[in-house]
C-alpha cells in the first residue's frame, strides 16, 4: 500500500521517539538548566506504540527509527525493538543512539532484530567532546561504536553535527575517524527551530522538503507531521487512525519553525 500526502509524497518512514530523557546534555539539542521530563504516565507504552506502528506499516510505512533523548534508556528498549521487529512489513528497523551504552545492549538489539544504527559523534577530540556533551567520557561512545561493528551492525553511520561545513577541523577529525574504521559519515548542520534555520542532510535525506517521506511521533503521543511546524495530533484523544489521516491531511510542503518542539523530545 502507498500512503502519499495531498503532494503525492510517498511517506514510508515513521521515527519514533521512545523517551525524552538522555545519558548526555549535547549543547546544541539541551539548554543549560536542562528540560523538564515528561511524567511516566505522559510516555506511550509499548502497545501504544506497537498499534501506531501496526497501523501505519498496514497503510504503507516500512521504515521505522527509533529515537529519544536517548533511546537506550528507555527501559525494556529490547523487547520493544523485538516486537516492532515483529511487525509484518517492517523493512527497515533503525536506531539512533549516542552509543554510550551500546556495550551493554548491542548484542541483544542485533538478536533482537534491529538492522541498523546511527551514531551521534561530533567530535573525536576527548576534551572536546566533554564539552559539547556537558561531560560525556568519548571512550564509552568510541567503544560502544566498536562492539557495534563486532555484532555485526553494518553499515554504522556517523551523524556528525557541523556548524558551517564538513571542512570544520572537529569535522574533518571524525571524518577520518570514520575512513579508517569503516563507517559512513554524514554531516548535520547545527538546527534552529524557533528561527526556521536547517539544511539538507549531507549524505542523508534530512531536510529535503521536496521529497519528505517522514513523520514523527514523540514519547507522550503526538503525531508531528513536520520537524519545522508546530502541528501535532494526540493519538491518546483523537485515536491512531484520526491522528494519522490528519498529520497526512495537514503535512506542510515545507518547513518554517518550531516554537513547540525541542531536540531532545523529538529525536530531531
Ligand atoms: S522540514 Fe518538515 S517537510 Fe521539510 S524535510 Fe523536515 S520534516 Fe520534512
Known sequence: MLMLDKYNRRINYLRISVTDRCNLRCIYCMPEEG??????????NFSEILDVVQLVVKQGVDKIRITGGEPLVRRGIVELIKQIADVEGVVDLAMTTNAVLLPKFAKPLYDAGLKRINVSLDTIDALQFSKITRGGNIAETLTGIKVAQEVGFKPIKINCVIQQNSNE??????TKYCEDNNLQIRYIRQM???K?????VDGGEG????????????????????LFSDLEY??????????????LTNKPYCGTNSHRNYFSGIGG
Open 35 to 44: 528540560i523538564k521530563t515528561l511524567n511516566h504516565e505522559e510516555i506511550l
Open 169 to 174: 577541523p572537529d569535522a574533518r577529525a571524525v
Open 192 to 194: 534552529d527551530l524557533e
Open 196 to 200: 526556521g534555520l536547517f539544511w539538507q
Open 207 to 226: 531536510g529535503n522538503c521536496k521529497s519528505c517521506n517522514r513523520l514523527r511521533l514523540t514519547s507522550n503521543g503526538l503525531l508531528k507531521p513536520c
Open 234 to 247: 494526540n493519538i491518546r484523544e483523537l485515536g491512531v487512525e484520526q491522528a494519522l489521516e490528519l498529520a
